[in-house]
């Protein structure tokens, strides 16, 4: 059985356990903080969550993991099967991950724990966070889902990714991150009530 280590309040985590429900994956959830101890650091090199264990056997990051569970388990797949396709959906994954969500992250310690941040700081991750938007929506087909006519990949970045960058925008910048995408807003609605992700948000409020 696959264990899955870290908290349930980080979003990769709920990535990460909402990919496995959606391939039907049997899994233990482990808590696991995210410290530089050693026990973490063997799971995890740099400290952080989620990870996973397979037969003592640890991957780290939540794009890997997924990748081996796509591998591992392809019977329900996350991505197309037509390659082309495939890699549109990564590239449409890796601009959430890269473009808006990590560069929103620079304001994460000043938007929900209590730091700060400069002026200069909170108007340059704006700026680089709505040019991300721009590239997304440049990519993002909402046909229905985020990548075509299957929920997939980049699906679970869009939710769990842009609705952390969304709530960091709302707090640091004043301003809804979607308001001037509602197709990519309507698709959160809609994604929102999927089994799976909806479990995970159940869960995690227990």
Known sequence: MIKLYGLRMSNYYSLVKAAMIEKGLDFEEVKAPPTQKEDNLARSPMGKMPSIEIDGQYISESLAIVSYLERAHPETSLLPADPL???????????????VELAARRLLPAAMFGGSASDELIETTRQEVNRG??????????????????????DLYTYYSMGLASAIGQKMFGTELLADYPQISELMGTLATRRSIAQVTAEAAK
């Open 85 to 99: 396709e495939a890699a549109k959906a990564l590239e449409l994954t890796l601009h959430i991950k890269l473009d």
């Open 133 to 154: 938007m721009q590239a997304v929506s440049q990519l993002m087909v909402c046909k229905p889902y985020a990548a075509g006519a299957e929920f997939g990949l980049a």
